[in-house]
């Protein structure tokens, strides 16, 4: 998932909050400022049954530009 780190589902905060409080569609406005996230998992599975063995979440932003 992408996105901005202090936004809501891709979407300008306001718009999702009023949305939520009052159970009425307002306008998808796609928020592009703030600070930006992409958040991933890696997955490592036993390719003999497809179960996971071992699951790793990933965030990178300005805090955490890089993993290994």
């Known amino acids: 998932m992408t ?3 202090d936004g809501i589902l ?3 905060r306001q718009n ?3 949305r939520f409080l009052t159970r009425m569609p307002t306008k998808f406005e796609v928020d ?3 600070r930006q996230n ?3 998992c890696v997955i ?4 003999k049954n497809n179960h996971a ?9 300005a805090n955490h530009p890089f993993f290994n």
């Not at 490592?44 to 390719?47: A, E, L, R």
């Not at 063995?53 to 965030?59: A, N």
């Open 32 to 34: 592009d400022t703030g």
């Open 44 to 47: 490592d599975f036993n390719p």
């Open 38 to 40: 992409l958040g991933t």
């Open 3 to 5: 996105g901005l780190y």
């Open 53 to 61: 063995q071992k699951i790793v979440s990933l965030q990178i932003n």
């Open 16 to 18: 999702a909050i009023e």
């Open 10 to 12: 891709g979407m300008k």
